[in-house]
């Protein structure tokens, strides 16, 4: 393989580097290009662009693979739990017995928040979206936390690390509590992080906390399929926001923005809502898939299509599986089950779909495991998030551990040439 790439503009030839990854993808190093030849590129949405070189996260869109630092999804769903996957994102490899227990025991030390932030939960109308009250919460920890991390200790970074590990689920159960004028609480120690998270979210003040094992384990692993998935744009989001030095509390809050989105992660409460629509609509998946066809209606099928995966979306393929398993160990008969089933058959089978590589995402199936856990719809994002935040993290740790410089793209401007001022008078 040639180790350069030329470009010839204008009747000059310039010549560029190639970068190789490890798993042979290729790109063409253009530092150079403004500064040799004068040019930029144009990419809009970042369709073919690399951001960054990383170590974290591999995907094959073409393939359907998925892996965290070179382990495969599937292994990591069904074999590890989400703690050691969160330490093997950040930190680059499983953690031995040791180093888990540690890690563990690190992260409760932490789990608690200032009770100020009360006051500042309290000022959010009930009716507020839990993303936007999550993001709010997270950005607020900064001023009961406002020493920034020294990025060139390992152990000041770790604290930060296990800081954010540690709180960030007490927020996000906080913000359904409020919502279901529950009294604010905090975890067990004897608890897993997961559980700890789900009683915090749903312990009565009334009853003794019990939970399902089956619910534990449905979470856990929905957790980890959400851990991480590269530069996608809340990831993008909290590196970029990173890179002006801003601190990691600061990024994670705008990637949880990002991740708000319909397109992006709110994905998964438009799946649910959509759902809801057709069955109430007497469930004729036939008249919405020609809605999704139509240029002229809006309307998308939710959960569908994905920038990266052009064949199928390994998540999606674990969700499905488990969506049924989790709903028969609850013993749960949920008919938006076999709505979603029988869309995506005929999406399979459609035309429109099939030309333009179009399969259900990691939204589509999810929203119905968090139905089933008991979840509240406008909640499912907020476990997104949760799940992302490893991801999010290791992507901040690895930007600024490589000292990557400000991100700043251009632009081509497309405006007014100079024109004259003029005074009010003669406009
Ligand atoms: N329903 C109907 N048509 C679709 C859909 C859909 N869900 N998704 C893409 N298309 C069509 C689109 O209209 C376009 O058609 P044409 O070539 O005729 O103009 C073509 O497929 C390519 O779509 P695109 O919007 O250019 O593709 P993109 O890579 O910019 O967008 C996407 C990817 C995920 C935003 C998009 O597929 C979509 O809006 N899906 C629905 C929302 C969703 O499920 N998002 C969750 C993504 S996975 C989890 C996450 O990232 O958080």
Redesign the pocket.
Known sequence: MSKTATLEFDGKKYEFPITVGTEDEIGIDIKKLRGEAGLITLDP?F?NTGSCESAITFLDGEKGILRYRGYAIEDLAEKADFLEVVYLLIFGELPNKEQLEKFTNDIKEQSHVDEEMKKILDGFPKSAHPMGVLSSLTSALIAFNPSSVDVSSEEDMYKAIVKILGKFPVLAAWTLRKKNSLPLNYGDEDLGYVENLHKMMFEKPNKTYSVDKAVINALDKLLILHAD?EQ??STSTVRMVGSSHAGLFASLSAGISALWG????G?NQAVIEMLENIKEDGGDTKKFMEK??D?EDPF????????VYKNFDPRAKIIKKSADEVLGQLGIEDPVLDIAKGLEKQALEDDYFVK?K?YP???FYSGIIYRALGIPVDMFTVMFALGRLPGWIAQWREMRLKKEPIGRPRQIYTGENHREFKPLGNR
């Open positions: 949405g369709k998935h996608n744009c319909p397109l992006h992660g994905a999704a066809k240029k998308r099928l939710m959960g569908f299509g994905h920038r333009r179009l995402n990691v939204d």
